[in-house]
């Protein structure tokens, strides 16, 4: 076996262990407990495939080239269960995921059942049909600036959408604002509230830009660690050719995921899959630190 086939292989089963003792409660790494650090190996949102397709032209254009390109590319993840993490044989983990991480897919963590029932919601919202009547007005004002990107290009699109849904909502914790935390709300339900923590922002800036003309499987709710404000945080991530554009709403102003340093991605969600994210510290090397996955709720403050 030549000696970047061998490396290649230590690379891929050092990402499966790290994915094993990733979910069992009991791991350690480096002789330390799990729990002790909030390290930069962490999961769930993120593309395993390569790049789409550039998007800069009209809604139907940037549709077309996405979905044919994700067709036409197969999924490069290491499916990890936590009852038996096993690599895929016709698969290796993907080293250029959202925020520069390697990601690989998981079949089950607490979040993606949350996912899995909001999505629903997701992928049928329309906004010009308002079915609420306590979301109309804020659902006509949302319809407007989707029907204001039409003509404008995708990164102009991309930031319409980000600044007119961080205005249109207010912050507020799961906690205060549904008495319970950790909740995924629709989009109906966030425009009815007019407010909602980090998620929800990312949910409703992706069911806008799905309605605009993005395909759903190019965007992922990306659940992160933010280093410099040590809290956990949620971002919408949407996948092109030139790299993934975070809409964030702690800014109006979209950016590519290299100009923040400071977010470091434990898991993401999209479609019907869901990613855990390890980050390379240099060659074929991972994160020496986990993060347990039951005690990530974005949006509900400071680590402790």
């Given at each position: 076996m030549g000696k970047k086939n061998w490396a290649c292989c230590r690379t891929a089963w050092k990402v499966v262990a790290l994915a094993a003792s990733l979910l069992s409660p009991s791991a350690t790494w480096a002789g330390q407990p799990s729990a002790a650090y909030l390290g930069t190996l962490q999961h769930m949102i993120g593309f395993d495939s390569p790049a789409i397709?550039?998007?800069?032209?009209?809604?139907?254009?940037?549709?077309?080239?996405?979905?044919?390109?994700?067709?036409?590319?197969?999924?490069?993840v290491a499916v990890v269960t936590p009852a038996s993490p096993r690599l895929n044989a016709a698969s290796q983990p993907n080293s250029v995921a959202v925020f520069q991480s390697v990601a690989f897919r998981v079949s089950s963590i607490p979040a993606a059942r949350k996912w899995k029932a909001v999505f629903p919601s997701i992928a049928s919202s329309d906004f010009a049909r308002c079915k609420q009547a306590s979301s109309c007005g804020a659902a006509g004002i949302l319809q407007t600036s989707i029907e204001d990107t039409v003509s404008?290009?995708?990164y102009q699109k991309l930031n319409g959408i980000n600044r007119a849904v961080n205005r249109l909502v207010r912050y507020e914790p799961d906690a205060q604002n549904y008495g319970s935390k950790d909740y995924?709300?629709?989009?109906?339900?966030?425009?009815?509230?007019g407010k909602g923590d980090c998620e929800d922002y990312a949910i409703l800036k992706m069911a806008a830009l799905k309605q605009a003309g993005l395909p759903p499987q190019a965007m992922s709710i990306v659940v992160l660690r933010d280093v410099r404000r040590n809290l956990y945080h949620a971002v919408?991530?949407?996948?092109?050719?030139?790299?993934?554009?975070?809409?964030?709403?702690?800014?109006?102003?979209?950016k590519l995921d290299r100009a923040l340093p400071a977010y470091q991605p434990l898991f993401s969600v999209s479609l019907d899959r869901a990613w855990i994210h390890g980050i390379k510290t240099g060659g074929d090397k991972l994160a020496s630190a986990v993060s347990p996955l039951l005690d990530v709720m974005p949006g509900e403050g400071a680590l402790r």
């Open positions: 397709a550039a998007a800069m032209g009209n809604a139907d254009t940037f549709r077309n080239k996405t979905t044919e390109t994700l067709k036409a590319r197969p999924q490069q404008l290009g995708f995924w709300a629709s989009p109906n339900e966030i425009l009815a509230r919408l991530s949407v996948m092109t050719s030139q790299g993934y554009f975070i809409l964030d709403n702690l800014s109006d102003d979209v």
